[in-house]
């Protein structure tokens, strides 16, 4: 029995093969007749098809045909838009350019989504989670085909909803009380109310400043489960990004001074005048001005916070279509297996600097969201012991289109009522 799948094998000095794509089996598999390419594809649980530019597919497993009704001798040899036929999750079918088949081979690159409804042969609709792969034949040359992974994820979804639904209706009706507590602590400390001891006035301050971070948390539990299901109100207008960016790092010098920290504000420019001096470039962006304050602000504060020593430089910079901030940090970095889940809800790095200092594993989740309302881009860079740059690239308006807009939303926001 072949293993067309596996390609030629090629024999490596512990006993084992090394496929072409990195894949290596062992001596034993490849003397096991029963365990070929075809027996694996047919007993993994998850659909799995593969198709090819003409959209038609040449592949398609059990569990593919048990998720959509189609038999594999049907699906074979068909468009996969009519055996596999997606809409987002309102029901509304998809543009092709937005089909992760599509992007997937266009791009050359793997695409992942759990966004999308599967309409079954037999009209059922789910929600399924899709990973598509190109399959690369030849370096440097565009892939012909791609293999796409598929399941079933209603089930998880719809937990999913239920915990945001908890989560967004207790922090909601915990903030009253919360602001309750908070607000006699204050009247408390007055002292032109209370007259209190230094070791009364050390504790109600204490009691304090917890009531105050337990208020952010709910805040933050808050705007997560609004971000998630969209909800998250955004008043998007035009902004000057340098202004934003460099308001924000003046708010966090103080912290940054106090440990000993250098924070630096540096705009990139390729511009210049007589005399050396830079002309500082206007970065125009359509954003909301409040939510994406709270974007560099959570970004830089993180990097003062797990900093120990050295500096944090913010930079701003950008090309014709981008505006792009980069914050720079000297801490301790990283580790690579847990930059893929960075950006995950309440995922934090288990690490020495991470226990001691308090966090929610939500700023960074809700500054993806954020940046992605505004069909921008956010990632990290990052080696242990040599620091971390997170990244943040935002679509840029010329100065053309900023004064057109902000002509259009003056005429929204004040139309002319003259006779």
Not at 32 to 51: K, N, P, T, Y
Request: net charge negative.
């Amino acid at each position: 029995m072949g293993f067309g799948l596996f390609g030629k094998k090629a024999q490596t000095p512990s006993g084992s093969s090394l496929k072409p794509g990195g894949l290596t089996v062992s001596s034993r598999f490849l003397k096991d007749e029963r365990l070929s390419s075809d027996f694996i594809l047919g007993a993994i649980d998850d659909g799995v098809v593969m198709f090819d530019r003409a959209k038609m597919v040449h592949l398609f497993n059990r569990a593919a045909s048990e998720l959509t009704g189609w038999a594999p001798n049907e699906a074979v040899g068909m468009d996969f838009t009519q055996v596999l036929p997606l809409t987002d999750a309102k029901g509304n079918p998809i543009r092709p350019e937005e089909h992760p088949f599509i992007q997937s081979l266009i791009s050359g690159k793997p695409v992942r989504s759990n966004e999308f409804v599967l309409n079954s042969k037999s009209g059922k609709q789910f929600s399924v989670s899709i990973v598509v792969s190109p399959v690369i034949e030849h370096e440097g040359h565009p892939s012909e085909t791609a293999v796409a992974v598929f399941r079933d994820i209603t089930t998880e979804k719809a937990q999913e909803e239920q915990r945001s639904d908890f989560i967004s209706t207790a922090s909601h009706e915990m903030r009253t009380p919360i602001a309750a507590i908070e607000g006699y602590l204050s009247l408390a400390l007055n002292e032109k109310i209370t007259k209190l001891d230094p070791n009364a006035r050390s504790y109600l301050e204490k009691a304090r400043a917890s009531t105050q971070h337990l208020g952010m948390l709910f805040q933050d539990l808050l705007t997560s489960s609004k971000a998630e299901d969209g909800r998250l109100a955004s008043n998007p207008s035009v902004v000057e990004m340098g202004e934003i960016v460099e308001q924000v790092t003046e708010t966090a010098r103080f912290k940054a001074k106090e440990k000993g920290l250098d924070l630096k504000f540096v705009v990139s420019s390729d511009h210049e005048v007589n005399g050396g001096k830079v002309i500082r470039p206007f970065y125009y962006c359509f954003v909301d001005p409040i939510r994406i304050n709270e974007v560099f602000q959570n970004l830089i504060d993180n990097a003062v916070k797990y900093t120990p020593e050295g500096s944090v430089t913010v930079k701003l910079t950008g090309d014709i279509d981008t505006v792009q901030v980069q914050i720079l940090d000297t801490g301790s970095g990283i580790p690579s297996e847990d930059i893929p889940h960075l950006f995950q809800k309440f995922y934090r790095v288990d690490n020495t600097a991470t226990r001691t200092i308090g966090g929610t594993g939500l700023g960074l989740f809700i500054c993806k969201k954020i940046v992605e309302l505004y069909n921008g881009r956010i990632w990290v860079e990052s080696q242990l012991g040599k620091g971390s740059t997170f990244f943040v690239n935002l679509p840029r308006l010329t100065a053309e289109q900023a004064l057109d807009m902000q002509k259009t939303q003056s005429s929204v926001i004040s139309p002319n009522t003259g006779a």
